[in-house]
């Protein structure tokens, strides 16, 4: 099953903020059952993809100039398989 994803998160301040330094993760992990086709991650400043020690990835957004809203888009396909009746392998089955 291919799934078309879209997802905003939108921060608004009361008052302008100076310097802000995010830890997105908002990408899907490659899983048995599911691949992702295609997918990114769009923000203002600085984006630096990383991947954490649980296989995670993470997108570290720095935005060096005044903002009073943050604005993040993550959007991509992503390729499910159907696993009626299976257990996945970290889940001891």
Known sequence: VL???RHET??????R???SVQIVR???RPEVLQR???WR???PGRQVEQVDAF????HL????EPVEEIHLVAEGVVDTSDAEGSVPPEAGG
């Open 61 to 64: 957004v720095t935005i060096d």
């Open 41 to 43: 991650v769009a923000s």
């Open 26 to 28: 908002l990408t899907p």
């Open 55 to 58: 296989g995670n990835v993470t």
């Open 10 to 15: 939108i921060y608004r301040y009361s008052r």
């Open 3 to 5: 799934l078309s994803i």
């Open 17 to 19: 903020v100076e310097h």
């Open 36 to 38: 992702t086709l295609r």
